[in-house]
Nanobody, 125 residues
Framework: QVQLVESGGGLVQAGGSLRLSCAASGRANSNYAMGWFRQAPGTEREFVAA????????YYTDSVKGRFTISRDNAKNTTYLQMNSLKPEDTAVYYCAAALSRTSVVIGIPDYDYWGQGTQVTVSS
């Protein structure tokens, strides 16, 4: 079992930056796929970015390509989402998730086993 705790959300003006962190605990081997998702009020949860457990491959939804960067530090059991050039439409609760049986990039919500509690990101115009 894995526990995930997000941090780093907040209020920022359009064009600003935030770095989200997702700290994982409960499992010694951290070579599993990780992802970030977001959910705005009245909408479904959507994929944002994912990183493989081995090799550091990453994948992004089109709307954040070139602005967001996902990374991980397996020694610290922490996954990050660096968000630059933020836009009001990025406002949402951001969730990290872990796919314990997968080492490749995973983008489907059903493929993730564990989820964090979420952190609010609000971008003002």
């Amino acid at each position: 079992q894995v526990q995930l705790v997000e941090s780093g959300g907040g209020l920022v003006q359009a064009g600003g930056s935030l770095r989200l962190s997702c700290a994982a605990s409960g499992r010694a081997n951290s070579n599993y796929a990780m992802g970030w998702f977001r959910q705005a009020p009245g909408t479904e949860r959507e994929f944002v970015a994912a990183i493989s457990g081995i090799g550091g491959r990453s994948y992004y939804t089109d709307s954040v390509k070139g602005r967001f960067t996902i990374s991980r530090d397996n020694a610290k059991n922490t996954t990050y989402l660096q968000m630059n050039s933020l836009k009001p439409e990025d406002t949402a609760v951001y969730y990290c998730a872990a796919a314990l049986s997968r080492t490749s990039v995973v983008i489907g919500i059903p493929d993730y086993d564990y989820w964090g509690q979420g952190t609010q990101v609000t971008v003002s115009s």
